[in-house]
Nanobody, 122 residues
Framework: QVQLVESGGGLVQAGGSLRLSCAASGRTFSSYRMGWFRRAPGKEREFVAGISKSGDSTYYADSVKGRFSISRDNAMNTVYLQMNSLKPEDTAVYSC???????????????WGQGTQVTVSS
């Protein structure tokens, strides 16, 4: 089992930056692919970014490419989402998730955090 806790959300102005963190339990963190998802008001949950077990491969939704960057520190059991050039449409609850099976760009993950609110004002 994996427990995930997000932090770092908050209120920022358009064009600003924010870094989200996701702390995972256990010593098998490196066995999981990790992803960031978001759910905006009135919209379905969507894939934002994903990262392979080793961190060698990353994947992004077209809407955040060039602005967001996902990374992981397996020694610290932590995944990060660096968000730059934030836009009001980025406003959402952001959740991290862990997946034990193959594949990264998918909404079917095994474990989910509770999420952290990101609000971008303009």
């Amino acid at each position: 089992q994996v427990q995930l806790v997000e932090s770092g959300g908050g209120l920022v102005q358009a064009g600003g930056s924010l870094r989200l963190s996701c702390a995972a339990s256990g010593r098998t963190f490196s066995s999981y692919r990790m992803g960031w998802f978001r759910r905006a008001p009135g919209k379905e949950r969507e894939f934002v970014a994903g990262i392979s077990k080793s961190g060698d491969s990353t994947y992004y939704a077209d809407s955040v490419k060039g602005r967001f960057s996902i990374s992981r520190d397996n020694a610290m059991n932590t995944v990060y989402l660096q968000m730059n050039s934030l836009k009001p449409e980025d406003t959402a609850v952001y959740s991290c998730a862990a997946r034990s099976g193959p594949g990264v760009v998918t909404i079917t993950y095994d474990y989910w955090g509770q999420g952290t609110q990101v609000t971008v004002s303009s």
